[in-house]
């Protein structure tokens, strides 16, 4: 029953994650924002609401292990399974701004973390301030640069645009209704079969619990793909990194303290969130200058697998 309520939640952060997605990018459109500060931003923070969600449900329930592992498995599946299978489906070119900015900027994110985590072994209430500023001067700039920057309207999805204020309200609603039940029962049911099958929090959280709120990114990147506007796909997978440090980490770290249990959070998990946050530019620049393409796919896709296989056997 557990794995049914697990499968449940699954689905129900996917048609969360999408209702969400939707919402926000007609909200983001009557905004006039271009579409890489939508990916960065609007689509980022929509996607990262399950990551919330579930870390803070874990940290109230006693779980600490979940919340941290949840956001650096979700991290290393965002660049390593989501942004694979996107660059295989398709080519990602790569805009000056990633490497001025936004790139720089999931790099700064993934340090302080890191830091954060290794400097105390736990994450206090204090450093969960200090990721939410953070954050909070992230997306200041992004937005003040995306004023001094030339915006181009998005034509393949303008009919979001047209969409009433009342409509993008009941796609909120659906929205959150799903991804906080999706969120609750995905814990749930993980906490209890990871107990039945032997298999720590961590494991579960660092990978099914951690795809499964990675699901929203995936829904959003195809989507994207298949309207053809990559700058929100791309935007959406760096952005969703930097909200699920800066706002999921920081805000659950500020409603609770939280420990680390399990030492390989620090010595595994993290190390290779900050290899795959790393890898990306050299990726960009050595095979196809300015591009992501369907090698460079295959071979984050083959890394996760590499990731995952260690995960299970350690």
Same mark, same amino acid.
């Given at each position: 029953?557990?794995?049914?309520?697990?499968?449940?939640?699954?689905?129900?952060?996917?048609?969360?994650?999408?209702?969400?997605?939707?919402?926000?990018?007609? /909200?983001?459109? %009557?905004?006039?924002?271009?579409?890489?500060?939508?990916?960065?931003?609007?689509?980022?923070?929509?996607?990262?609401?399950?990551?919330?969600?579930?870390?803070?449900?874990?940290?109230?329930?006693?779980?600490?292990?979940?919340?941290?592992?949840?956001?650096?498995?979700?991290?290393?599946?965002?660049?390593?399974?989501?942004?694979?299978?996107?660059?295989? =489906?398709?080519?990602?070119?790569?805009?000056?701004?990633?490497?001025?900015?936004?790139?720089?900027?999931?790099?700064?994110?993934?340090?302080?973390?890191?830091? =954060?985590?290794?400097?105390?072994?736990?994450?206090?209430?204090?450093? @969960?301030?200090?990721?939410?500023?953070?954050?909070? @001067?992230?997306?200041?700039?992004?937005?003040?640069?995306? %004023?001094?920057?030339?915006?181009?309207?998005?034509?393949?999805?303008?009919?979001?645009?047209?969409?009433?204020?009342?409509?993008?309200?009941?796609?909120?609603?659906?929205?959150? /209704?799903?991804?906080?039940?999706?969120?609750?029962?995905?814990?749930?049911?993980?906490?209890?079969?990871?107990?039945?099958?032997?298999?720590?929090?961590?494991?579960?959280?660092?990978?099914?619990?951690?795809?499964?709120?990675?699901?929203?990114?995936?829904?959003?990147?195809?989507?994207?793909?298949?309207?053809?506007?990559?700058?929100?796909?791309? @935007?959406?997978?760096?952005?969703?990194?930097?909200?699920?440090?800066?706002?999921?980490?920081?805000?659950?770290?500020?409603? %609770?303290?939280?420990?680390?249990?399990?030492?390989?959070?620090?010595?595994?998990?993290?190390?290779?969130?900050?290899?795959?946050?790393?890898?990306?530019?050299?990726?960009?620049?050595?095979?196809?200058?300015?591009?992501?393409?369907? %090698?460079?796919?295959?071979?984050?896709?083959?890394?996760?697998?590499?990731?995952?296989?260690?995960?299970?056997?350690?």
């Amino acid at each position: 029953m557990d794995f049914i309520f697990m499968l449940l939640g699954f689905a129900l952060l996917v048609i969360g994650g999408e209702y969400l997605v939707r919402a926000s990018v007609g /909200l983001s459109f %009557k905004l006039h924002l271009s579409k890489m500060v939508i990916g960065l931003t609007v689509v980022s923070f929509a996607t990262s609401l399950p990551e919330l969600l579930v870390s803070l449900n874990a940290a109230l329930q006693g779980s600490p292990s979940i919340a941290i592992n949840n956001v650096i498995g979700s991290n290393i599946a965002n660049l390593g399974l989501v942004l694979g299978i996107t660059a295989m =489906c398709t080519t990602i070119e790569v805009d000056k701004s990633f490497y001025v900015f936004n790139w720089p900027a999931l790099i700064v994110f993934s340090l302080m973390m890191y830091y =954060c985590l290794s400097n105390d072994q736990q994450l206090t209430s204090a450093e @969960g301030w200090v990721l939410f500023a953070a954050l909070i @001067g992230f997306v200041v700039l992004l937005l003040r640069k995306s %004023k001094s920057s030339t915006t181009q309207e998005d034509q393949s999805m303008a009919a979001l645009a047209q969409v009433s204020y009342f409509k993008i309200l009941i796609w909120l609603i659906i929205g959150g /209704l799903a991804l906080y039940f999706g969120a609750e029962w995905l814990v749930g049911g993980a906490v209890v079969v990871a107990q039945t099958l032997g298999v720590s929090e961590a494991v579960i959280s660092v990978s099914l619990v951690a795809v499964g709120t990675s699901i929203p990114e995936l829904a959003a990147s195809v989507i994207a793909v298949i309207k053809k506007e990559k700058a929100i796909s791309l @935007g959406n997978l760096i952005g969703s990194n930097i909200f699920n440090i800066g706002s999921v980490l920081g805000l659950t770290s500020i409603v %609770k303290t939280i420990p680390i249990i399990d030492a390989q959070i620090l010595s595994r998990d993290a190390i290779w969130m900050l290899v795959f946050a790393a890898i990306i530019l050299p990726l960009v620049l050595v095979f196809n200058r300015h591009k992501l393409q369907k %090698k460079e796919g295959f071979l984050l896709v083959l890394l996760y697998g590499i990731f995952m296989i260690i995960v299970f056997r350690q």
